[in-house]
């Protein structure tokens, strides 16, 4: 196999990245363009042997790098986030090239801030800090120290936004990593390696495996020498994850799937809720956090819907390199597979496409809108991760508060309504880890981020992320 493919102009390194090294693999798997189904070339299929000589390579490099200064730390993470952005087209465009994401997001909203990741946690590092507190004239210092090795691994609706936001955080704690992209999009943590080298990162400091997550996930997840293990992606590989990381106890953080409610009142400025409504068909619905559930209050229904139709009817969809384009294509032939299950089931339980609820040719699915759904239905309760939404209607708060908190997820809700005090009630009621009053995808890498019930375990994001990468240490000193 060859070690370099071409994607889109830009050389792709096609092999592990361990210890500073490119290692190849006796196998490989073939990488796909959701754009058209092309083959983008064949990477390094790694087994238990790369899992163990990956977590070998980030236990040899911790000590030096646990040990390396904040400020030097801080500074090489700057460095990372300039090699982004001086990378940024090419990024932009072979993660477009490999999971389908609109080219121009990639540009100039996820790229930029993947650079911003590592800007930030760079930045909070340096502040981070407890004060000093006393206990009968002893003194209590809390510090937080590097843990060891960490396991991060990520999906593929948005690989490097989201692989960057536990790496940053994980090498500013002074930890070392061992990345693992999902293999449907692995393609811009490989640039990420290359760039990581090129900012003077120790080598085995970051770590970059390909392959199956069946294949070598487990080898990852249940190393005794790792020490925190990241996982973004859905709730069953989150429930092998956990009992693989049971058997040393390894420290989880889980951030899942997601169900989530978007609340219009009839107190609402329709044009927003209807603006707000159609954003959750962004990459092709492939969004954890998107409100898939529209919960509209009765007396604006009839209206929402008609504004709705017009405005989502109005999308372009198709290639998304295209700037005009607002929809591309779904990730994968299995996940269209998946969604289109999701939908005919739906319709065949009494479900009615309002718009949609068909395929469009190659890997594309129609936005689709669905009414006439029941709350205990499959389509109400399941994450369907593709653009269909559901639409149902509700008589006051109560009856909203309770729809939105029904399905066994958590991650965010919105609330579209002109009344503030109904914001903060509802708000208050609402089970998510994040709710947005009247705008959707505002996120501050100093919040907290992550999901209640079955959307996640912890959170990270600012403080809470290096609770997480680090052993916290209470030092009490006699007067
Ligand atoms: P997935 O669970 O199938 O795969 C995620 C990653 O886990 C991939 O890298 C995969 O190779 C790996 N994996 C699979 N089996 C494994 C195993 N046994 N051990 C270790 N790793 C294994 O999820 P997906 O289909 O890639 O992603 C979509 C899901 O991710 C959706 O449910 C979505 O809601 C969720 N998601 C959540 C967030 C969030 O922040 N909460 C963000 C994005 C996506």
């Given amino acids: 196999m060859p070690d370099n493919i071409t994607v889109a102009g830009v050389a792709v390194d096609t092999r592990h990245w361990i210890g500073g090294l490119r290692v190849a693999s006796a196998d490989t798997f073939t990488d796909h363009s959701p754009i058209d189904g092309s083959v983008l070339g064949e990477i390094a299929r790694g087994g238990p042997t790369e899992a163990e000589a990956a977590v070998a390579a980030a236990r040899d490099a911790f000590p030096a790098w646990a040990a390396t200064s904040r400020t030097e730390r801080a500074r090489i993470l700057h460095a990372i986030a300039d090699g982004v952005e001086k990378r940024i087209e090419e990024l932009a465009i072979v993660e477009t090239t490999d999971n389908g ?92 390696a290359d760039i990581a080298a090129e900012a003077g990162l120790p080598a085995g ?31 069953p590989t989150a429930r092998r994850i956990a009992q693989s990381a049971a058997a040393n106890l ?25 603006d ?37 009817s109005a999308l372009t969809q198709g290639d998304p390199r295209d700037e005009a384009t607002d929809i591309g294509p779904t990730i994968h032939s299995r996940q269209l597979e998946k969604i289109d299950g999701f939908v005919q089931r739906a319709v065949a339980a009494g479900a009615r496409a309002v718009i949609g609820g068909h395929r469009k040719g190659g890997q594309y699915y129609a936005p689709t809108l669905l009414t006439d759904v029941a709350q205990d239905s499959e389509i109400v309760q399941e994450e369907v991760f593709g653009p269909v939404l559901t639409l149902q209607t509700f008589a006051g708060e109560d ?8 399905t066994r997820f958590g991650l965010a809700a919105t609330v579209v309504t002109g009344d503030r005090e109904r914001a903060e009630r509802v708000g208050g009621q609402l089970v998510a880890g994040t709710v947005w009053v009247n705008c959707f995808f505002v996120r501050d890498l100093q919040a907290p981020f992550g999901g209640s019930r079955q959307s996640g375990v912890g959170r990270e994001g600012g403080t809470w992320s290096f609770d997480f990468y680090c052993d916290l240490k209470n030092t009490v000193t006699a007067p």
């Fill in 101 to 192: 994401a609109l080219l121009r997001s990639h540009r100039r909203g996820v790229m930029p801030r993947v650079a911003h990741n590592f800007r930030f946690f760079a930045d909070w590092l340096l502040k981070l800090d407890h004060e000093d507190f006393e206990t009968r004239g002893h003194t209590n210092h809390v510090s937080w120290d590097p843990a060891g090795p960490c396991v991060l691994i990520t999906p593929w609706n948005a690989p490097l936004m989201l692989a960057t936001w536990k790496v940053a955080p994980a090498l500013a704690a002074g930890d070392t990593v061992v990345l693992k992209p999902a293999e449907w999009s692995p393609l811009t943590a490989s640039l990420l």
């Fill in 205 to 235: 400091v970051l770590n970059v495996v390909q392959g199956y997550g069946f294949e070598i996930g487990d080898a990852l997840t249940s190393h005794p020498d790792v020490r925190r293990i990241s996982f973004t992606g859905s709730v």
């Fill in 250 to 274: 390894t420290p989880l953080s889980l951030e899942l799937g997601g169900k989530s409610p978007l609340l219009v009142f009839a107190d609402a400025d329709l044009d927003l809720a209807v």
């Fill in 276 to 312: 707000l409504a159609v954003e959750q068909y962004d990459n092709a619905g492939q969004v954890c956090l998107a409100g898939t559930r529209l919960l509209v209050e009765e007396p604006v229904a009839e209206e929402f819907t008609r504004r709705f139709v017009a405005k989502a």
């Fill in 399 to 406: 009856e909203a508060v309770r729809l939105a908190n029904d």
